[in-house]
Each structure stands twice: as C-alpha cells, then as structure tokens.
C-alpha cells in the first residue's frame, strides 16, 4: 500500500484515517540499499534524512556534504531500479548542535552554511532545531530564543532554495527535541510534552516567522517534534503510553495542517508504533534499531566466517571494531560511563555508537574481506542454522551474505511500514 506524500499527512490524520511516514535516518550505504529496495518494492513513500553530524558542509563523521549524500542515494537508486520519486531527502537536526562548543553567533552562521548546503541539494524535509545552548548558555533554551534562532535559518533555507532554483523545503519544527541517538542511562519514565507547551511552540514559532517576513515559509511548516513519552538509552527502552499521551494527542485538532514527528521510536515494537501513527504521529523516525540489526547481520556473519575458514582468523571484524573504538574514544566515552560494561556497551548498546565507525577505511576492508570469505563458501546449513536461527534455507546452505544483511534490515523496516500503513492494526 502506498503512504501519503509528507504534505498530505495532516489532511489523513483529520479525516480520521491515519497513516505515517517511515524516515530512516542512516547514512551506510546498506542501511540506504535496503530501505531504497523495500520502498521499490513495496511502492512506500520513503524518507531518507541525515543528520547535523553524520552530513555537514564540513563532511561531518561520514565524510560527506550534502551534496555527496544526494549523489549516493541517486546512485543508489538507479541501481536499484527505484523511481527517484519514490524518495524524500530531509535534513534532521539542523541547525548549531554541532558547533555548541562555540559561541551563538559563530555556531549559528556555521548552521546557516549547513542549511544552504542541504536546501541546495535538494534537500526537501528540513528539521530546524536550535534547542540546545551554544558556549556559556544553558543546555535547554527558552522557546523564544529558539524560535528567534529557527527563523533566522529559515531566512537562509529560503535564500537557498531561491538561489539553486529549486523548490523550497517543507519544515518541522519544536523546542522539545530528544537527543540525538537516545539517552545516556537507565530510563524509567518519559514525562510527554504538556499540550500548552506543544501549543505555545507553534504560537512563538508563527510569531517569529512573521516577525521575520516568512509568513510563507511557515506555511510550510508541517510537522511538530513533541515527546510522546518514549525514548531509549544504552539498556533499555521506555514504551509508548498511549493513555499518559492523550492530552497531547487532542491538541492537534487546534493545530489545522500539522502532524507530530516521533523521534526516538527506535525498538518500540509493531503495535506502539501503530498507536503512535494513530495518535498524530505520523512521521517515525528510526536509526540506530537499523544499525543494530546492520551490525548484529555483520556480527553474525563474523561468527561464520571463523567456523568455516582457517585463514579468515578469529572474529577479526569484532576485533577491528573494538580497536577503532579504543583508539578513538570520542564518539562513545561520554555516553558508557561504566567502565565496567563500556566494552559491551561499545558494541551492544542500543544506542548503537558503533555507528561512527563504519566509515573507517579500516572497518571497511574488514566487512570486505568478510563478504569475500563467505562468498567464495557453501557453508553447510547448520553452521548457518547456529548463528542465523530465523534463516530460511535449503540444505546446501548456499546464500548471499550482502542480501542476508539487508534482509535483516528490511525486517525492521517492514515493522515500521506496517505501522505507518496502520496493517499492523487491521
């Protein structure tokens, strides 16, 4: 069944037959391969966004601007026989997050370049946020500040938009934004957006826009980040309560021509999910549950790999992952800071921080030689049946290792259209 374009999500929503949008917010390619086969096959609107710090102007951890990331996905999709049409770019979190260890105005001219360069490429879904404090301000800002500061990249997405001679974007906006890639500890409750907050939001969002001249940008704003109540942190994940939420749900009848975007619905499960889009949240966001399960196939693969070939080593992708994560503690340190369980967490959390590091010329070969090990092999189905229990096989065992990945991520995938199609309710 094919879901709604993003523009026709709230129009759904008020007539009382709900559907969602699935946005996979990865950048390795067979994350991207396997959502862009899913979306050719299933004819599923698909919404593939990247984030501030994997995409920047500057590359950000992937080594990729807006642009090269555009090239990827086209290229992407011609190989895999995808009509492009088939496929939203957005841009998630933009805006200073990663230039908060400078001050405001120079953290917020860096976003402005950033904005330019995703609108520029064609980037059509723009997540404004500019909730987290810059050098010397608090971690949380006023709404106010934050509205001021989102109009201003709007300002420039608009310039953008104008200059490159392509259609201006469509906008999310809110003040109430989880961060990036889950919590850093055990969570035990999620408190939902108060609906006078989530309302206020708008309010000081259209003022500032106005303020600002943009009164027909925020005619594009269509979707508004609020927090449901649910969230994940290295261990464990807080469900959706879809009772605790109903105030919040309620307020989008006072808000004509907006849905809610979820962030943070990874390892909710079919039935949440489904409540989610139900309740207004139309626009599910999902990353490191799709990284995890990339790195679960590889994991698995590894394990194979070592029982079937003498010269392939023991568990050499494991080992070459955990010395690219020693030697560069940066992206994980501050979020496993139990030292005791960092070397499980360094691989296992659901945070999934491995993720920066697939990128690593040195990662790579190690999945190569991986890839190359397996596919010169018939391995025998029960060495297959020990490491890949779900695996659907002939007694030859013979399979191919690349589509086996993917196919573990399509199943998670195939949860979160289900639910964004509201199949998973029927």
């Not at 810059?134 to 989102?150: N, Y």
């Amino acid at each position: 069944m094919s879901l709604p374009p993003l523009t026709n999500l709230a129009e759904a929503y008020q007539d009382g037959s709900p559907r969602g949008v699935v946005s996979v917010c990865s950048a390795h390619p067979l994350v991207l391969r396997a959502a862009i086969q899913h979306a050719r096959d299933t004819g599923e609107t698909l919404l593939i966004e990247a984030t501030c710090n994997q995409v920047n102007q500057n590359g950000g951890y992937t080594g990729k601007t807006p642009q090269d990331f555009a090239e990827d996905v086209a290229a992407i999709l011609t190989n895999e026989g995808c009509p492009p049409e088939r496929v939203i770019l957005g841009g998630d979190h933009l805006g200073p997050n990663p230039w908060r260890h400078l001050p405001a105005q120079e953290a917020m001219t860096e976003a402005k370049s950033m904005i330019r360069a995703y609108v520029g490429a064609g980037f059509r879904k723009i997540h404004l946020d500019a909730s987290m404090g810059c050098a010397g301000e608090p971690d949380a800002l006023d709404d106010t500040t934050i509205a001021q500061r989102v109009a201003e990249l709007a300002k420039h997405a608009e310039g953008a938009a104008a200059a490159a001679d392509v259609p201006s974007p469509y906008y999310i906006i809110g003040t109430e934004v989880p961060p990036p890639g889950g919590a850093d500890h055990v969570l035990q409750a999620v408190t939902p957006t108060r609906p006078d907050a989530a309302k206020r939001t708008l309010d000081i969002h259209r003022s500032a826009f106005a303020d600002s001249g943009l009164d027909t940008a925020f005619a594009r704003v269509i979707g508004l980040v609020v927090q449901p109540g649910v969230e994940f942190g290295n261990h464990n994940v807080v469900p959706y309560d879809a009772h605790a939420a109903r105030a919040l749900s309620a307020t989008l009848t006072e808000m004509p021509g907006i849905i809610f975007e979820a962030h943070s619905t990874d390892y909710q499960g079919g039935s949440v999910l489904a409540d989610l889009v139900r309740d207004g949240y139309a626009i599910l966001k999902v990353g490191p549950e799709l990284t995890f399960a990339l790195r679960e196939a590889l994991y698995a693969l590894d394990l194979i790999a070592t029982e079937v070939s003498s010269s392939y080593g023991t568990r050499p992708l494991r080992q070459t992952m955990e010395k690219l994560m020693v030697a560069e503690p940066a992206h994980w340190s501050r979020h496993y800071q139990d030292l005791a369980s960092a070397q499980l967490m360094r691989h296992y959390s659901l945070s999934d921080r491995i993720r920066y590091f697939w990128n690593d010329p040195a990662a790579q070969r190690a999945v190569v030689h991986l890839f190359d090990t397996l596919d010169a092999r018939t391995v025998p189905w029960p060495v297959l049946r020990q490491f890949l229990p779900d695996v659907d096989m002939q007694s030859t065992g013979e399979f191919d290792p690349r589509q086996w990945v993917i196919g573990r991520i399509q199943k998670v995938l195939r949860i979160y259209s289900a639910a964004a199609s509201q199949e998973t309710r029927t």
